[in-house]
């Protein structure tokens, strides 16, 4: 199977303003502008904050979709990485912007913390007041089993975020059911076929289904099980990018997945990667605007 090439994202931005810390912002621009003039000749740099987000809308056409469940909307929010870098103010502001698009289905899929337990506090505090039609959904990613990943998967549980951990859940709509499927990190000690035929034990291969899988990783491999459509993060769509050319996001991403953002297809089968919208290791992301991504299902 051969991947056809990705299809770049149609972005279509919305700039919020409001409760930025200055200082910081100056910070940040110094410091990016600094890395931009060592790194390329005639930079073109964008300093991405918190205010500079994107909604990004696509249409995925999903296998199976019955007429009734068409136009469902399920907003996607990966990497929040709660922590040095995302606080609970920042979080409250991305609350709110999410609510404002009427989700019908919020899927999470991983990196809530950034390292420690008690990051996921201030999430849960801020995430606990999603709006959601029909729920809100997670799976874990690497960062969340940097220390106690049981303790995280617990907190958003009781704020209200249904975990996936190699399980799947059946949503009924309209009197029609759409299957979400969620697999726990891979890496840690799990294995991507093994996570996956636990998830759906049980699940009638008949219906529409969404896969949560942090890692853009496994798109020829959920393929081959006629997933329909992967929900993915991980790269923060490169974080640093130094250009857009050729279907390729240049960044240190490309190092560690040929699938950096925007929609995948092999086969049947669609992944959407979300550049997430917190950071890790930098606090910084340059040509790579935090994303919350609303895919409509048609
Ligand atoms: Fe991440």
Known sequence: MNPTPPIIPDLSSLRASGGVDEGRRRFMRNSAAALAFVSVPNPIVTINGDEEYEIVHKNVKLPRLPKELRGLRVVVVSDIHSGPFMDKAQMDRYVTRINKLKPDLVLLPGDFVSNRREEIEPLCDAFQKLEARHGVYGCTGNHDYFDDADHVVNELEHAGVRMLRDAHARIEIKGKELALIGVDDIGQGAEFHASFRRAVDGLDARLPNILL??????????????????????THGGQLVLARAFGLVFSIALLISKYVEGLYRVDATQMYVTRGIGASAINLRVNCPPEITVLTLV
Do not use: F, N, R
Request: glycine share 14%; with cysteine; net charge negative.
């Open 213 to 234: 899988c942090h890692k853009p990783y496994h798109l020829e491999d959920a393929a081959d099980y006629g997933a329909g459509l992967i929900v993915s993060g991980h």
